[in-house]
């Protein structure tokens, strides 16, 4: 069956034309975010929905979307996107974070220009037909110094462009390494030294806990008398009121806002401020921004859903389309031994050990430990995929912790994965070898080597002769093909496995005929994915 994708916003006739170039089936429907109901009722049909700020995915519209595999977002805010409800749904969320970066940036420096200069005062004055010129005092930027909140992409970008103009730049960011300040031209500083030092500050930081309010009342005295403040990032940076009664009493000269705490802002309370710059939350809002994210979203959306490469998203961790070419029977092994796991026990899970062995351990673990839980997990809720695994076993208070180690055995990678409840541990380890095929090498530290089929049995016993025997026997006799079988023990006499791949799933009375031998501490069939 086709894929297909259902554009539910205005997005360029180009991008959509990348779908169709690509082998992707796409519905262009640029007005349909609006209408909740008819969006609701045809959300069923489609692999994928691309949008911008109009069409809003909330839980209830989630419901409804039984094939939905990704949302796009043609932008960098995802605000009118349910990330966690997505995530539990199984749907992975992108954005464009980089396509506009430049656009936004540029909008930052044009209003410092605005306030340094008071260049819309000044226009509306000139167009009036008065001549103010002494009105109008500017300042200049250069050896200005000016404060960054937020150094990343966007923020980096503020830098160079502020380094060019000769501005001394001083930059706060936690994430911020002392090497990229170096390469930025800018010196890092904590919080409070940025507040005091800055004669321009602008933000670009992501609204968080931790940073809603960081131009808060108490930061804003700490700022230099005569400080001029951007925002062209989020609104809830700054407290507005706090903001307004700065400015009143002269010791914030001037602001400059792209962004308020509620939008549309219809109203505000820094509104019609004389020295208040305001527009309508035009930082990306340029030909070339709203061209990029829309290409860009077009491509990631068809990557995902045609190689499952994943880039910029919110809730799974990227994976490029080369390392998605490599890692795929890494991701399929790390499946199966989380479904072996998952499968063996009934016990509430208290953690998930994971060990990565050789080059394996250079891989993407972030994308391979998904894989891993959603295995476990999908023994009893099949439900879980990659993208809601990690959210379900939180939920379950399940501890998930990840080790790596060089090459120590004979295999060039392995990975072993340990589930610990309150009465046991149990462990598997597997590898893959050159043919990409994913095999079973170690069970409960018994050495084997086994090839995953999609219906497998698995049994202990004492190690005693006449096992082979019996199990043959018996799978003759009820019409079950073995297509491979594999035996491993721990000792002559001590523990011992078999692990059967089988042609055909067993009735359970083939394990009921099995067990009442009396020669098996446990029978149990299993099953896999191996598509």
Known sequence: MALRVLVSDELSETAVQIFRDRGVEVDYMPKLGKDKEKLAEIIGQYDGLAIRSATKVTEKLLENATNLKVVGRAGIGVDNVDIPAASKKGVIVMNTPFGNSVTTAEHAIAMMFAIARQLPEASVSTHAGKWEKSKFMGVELFNKTLGVIGAGNIGGIVCDRAVGLRMKVVAYDPFLSEERAKQLGVTKVELDELLARADFIT????????????LSRENLAKTKKGVRIINCARGGLIDEVALKDALDSGHVAGAALDVFEVEPATENVLF??????????????????????????????????????VQNALNMPNVTAEQAAVMGPWIKLAGHLGAFIGQMTDEPIKAINILYDGRVADMNLAALNQSVIAGVLKAHNPDVNLVSAPIVAKDKGIQVSTTKQDKTGAFDAYIKVTMVTDKRERSVAGTCFADG????????????DAEVGAHML???????????????????????????????????GQDAIALLYLDQAIDPKVVETLESTGMFQQVKPLQFDVV
């Open 272 to 309: 019609n401020h004389p020295n208040v710059v305001v527009t309508p939350h035009l930082g990306a809002s340029t030909t070339e921004a709203q061209e990029n994210v829309a290409l860009q979203v077009a491509e990631q959306m068809s990557d995902y859903l045609l190689t499952g490469a």
């Open 437 to 448: 095929k994913p095999r079973f090498i170690q069970i409960k530290g018994i050495n084997i």
């Open 458 to 492: 698995y049994t202990t016993n004492e190690d005693v002769p006449g096992i082979i025997g019996l199990l043959g026997m018996t799978m003759g006799k009820n019409g079950v093909n073995i297509a491979n079988f594999t035996l491993g023990r721990s000792g002559v």
């Open 203 to 214: 933000l670009h930081v992501p609204l968080t806990d931790k940073t809603r309010n960081i």
